[in-house]
């Protein structure tokens, strides 16, 4: 059974500064992983997704990396904005998605 | 990408009642599932719905306490059944794109109190 694991589970940042999100799972045999974000109260919008033959992703200050042999994720967001504040769920698919706990994100002004 | 949209958007039930959740997606789908989120937890597969067969359910639920169905390949429900406080959850329905992306994407969402 595949286990999502995302360190940390919060995180508090001036505005600026970079983030650094961290996935890991244990089965390697996936189709891709996803990152999605989620508002409180909201459902999820996906914000990228990786192959399990691609080793990055990029989308505008978003920049997702796989290694897939050693079972771990990472999602970077540059120059982190008060708007970034929201929870990052990684979800690792092999047909069916296997999510993590999240990682629960403020940016402070 | 697909669009899609569930009803209702939240409700607060009595406990021993029932509610039927719809989601409706933008383009045909042969996979939908539902997923739900209790407070401060993270996403539970479950069950998948094929379009013309029964859901398949993953380990922990079972179709008495939630039947779905799934009638044509744009349309599905969900039915909270015999619903206690512990069902009170963010209930999901998400489908996945074609070919081999298998890129997933979620409705808005149902919030449920059950009371």
């Known amino acids: 059974k595949q286990e999502v694991t995302q360190i940390p589970a919060a995180l508090s940042v001036p505005e600026g500064e970079n983030l650094v999100l961290n996935c890991s799972f244990t089965?390697?045999?996936?189709?891709?992983l996803q990152w999605f974000r989620q508002d409180p109260g909201k459902g999820l919008t996906s914000l990228l997704l990786i192959q399990s033959s691609q080793r990055e992703q990029t989308s505008g200050r978003l920049n997702a990396s796989l290694d897939k042999s050693s079972g771990r994720s990472t999602l970077y967001i540059a120059a982190s904005q008060p708007g970034d504040s929201a929870t990052y769920l990684c979800a690792v698919n092999d047909y069916k998605l296997s999510f993590g706990a999240g990682t629960t994100v403020t940016v402070r002004a | 990408s697909a669009v899609i949209s569930q009803k209702p958007s939240r409700d607060i039930c009595q406990r021993g009642t029932s509610l039927t959740i719809q989601c409706q997606v933008d383009s045909q789908v042969t996979m939908m599932f539902w997923y739900r989120q209790q407070p401060g937890q993270s996403l539970t597969l479950i069950a998948t719905a094929n379009q013309g067969s029964e859901a398949t359910y993953e380990s922990g639920f079972v179709i008495d306490k939630f039947p779905i169905s799934r009638p044509n390949l744009t349309f599905s429900t969900l039915t909270v059944s015999n619903m206690s406080p512990e069902d009170s959850s963010i209930y999901l329905c998400?489908?996945?794109?074609?070919?081999?992306?298998?890129?997933?994407?979620f409705g808005p969402g149902t919030r449920l109190t059950v009371t």
């Open positions: 089965d390697s045999a996936i189709y891709n």
């Open positions: 998400s489908v996945h794109t074609s070919g081999s992306l298998y890129e997933q994407y």
